[in-house]
């Protein structure tokens, strides 16, 4: 396992401890199933936000896709 990927798979999983523990310590007025289901969906967001911004979409080392 590369450094990389080692630091995104962190950055991942400290994001969904924040995203989960915010909506337990705020989330006293959400019923539960939307308490769930408002969990689920700002985790699917915040893994795109992290995938798109740490994972380069092109590879600037080859001279095609400069």
């Known amino acids: 396992m590369t450094a990389k990927r080692f630091y995104n ?7 969904y401890g924040l995203i989960i523990g915010g ?4 989330g006293d007025s959400l019923e539960d199933k939307v308490k769930i289901l408002d969990i689920i969906v700002s985790c699917l967001i ?4 992290v995938q ?3 994972v380069a979409g092109v590879d600037f080392v080859e001279s095609s896709h400069r």
């Open 52 to 54: 798109f911004s740490l």
């Open 9 to 15: 798979i962190l950055a991942i999983l400290l994001g």
């Open 23 to 26: 909506f337990l310590v705020f």
């Open 46 to 49: 915040f893994t795109q936000f």
